[in-house]
């Protein structure tokens, strides 16, 4: 069964530190990874997406990498702001048909002043 | 481009009740499809559609029904509403299922309380 679990549940951290989250996966065949932020009350927004190929991919202060042979990804997080207070999950999308996704449950990160 | 929309943002039904929870994208997407959000768990299947006409079941579909009549609209029937189906329920869209350069987009969710 196809499954993505991820680690830590929840973290806290002080404004301004950096913080990684971990994703590791069971997708087979894989096609590619993605990591979502969910804020309160709102729908996920898609932060990045990898393919096979790609072992890094950043957008603005958000960082992915993707270790295809581990199956292993991370999403690091550099000098925190209060916004980025909100859930962080880990998709992964199986090459057959339909693409199915297969979500992770998330790690909720709060960012204190 | 108002993205992705869905109505109601809040619901309370009655055991056994109907309803509809209605989504609309303006985006010419071709694929669509229903997820629900529990507590601790990650984001589960409903149903989807890869286009006007065309539906399948995903993870978990039992006591829900949909249609795809128009790409722009898929709205999701619950049929008897039974408590187990308390949930925060969500509508995307992208422009194929899943590829690898395809970006989700989810609309702001219906929280659905049965009692």
Known sequence: KNQVEQSPQSLIILEGKNCTLQCNYTVSPFSNLRWYKQDTG???VSLTIMTFSENTKSN????ATLDADTKQSSLHI?????SDSA???CVVSANNAGNMLTFGGGTRLMVKP | NAGVTQTPKFQVL?????M???CAQDMNHEYMSWYRQDPGMGLRLIHYSVGAGITDQGEVPNGYNVSRSTTEDFPLRLLSAAPSQTSVYFCASS???GGPTDTQYFGPGTRLTVL
């Open chain 1, 78 to 82: 550099t000098a925190s702001q209060l």
């Open chain 1, 60 to 63: 603005g202060r958000y960082t």
């Open chain 2, 20 to 22: 509809t929870l209605q």
């Open chain 2, 14 to 18: 009655k055991t056994g009740q109907s």
């Open chain 1, 87 to 89: 859930s962080y999950i």
């Open chain 1, 42 to 44: 709102r729908g996920p």
């Open chain 2, 95 to 97: 422009y194929e299922a």
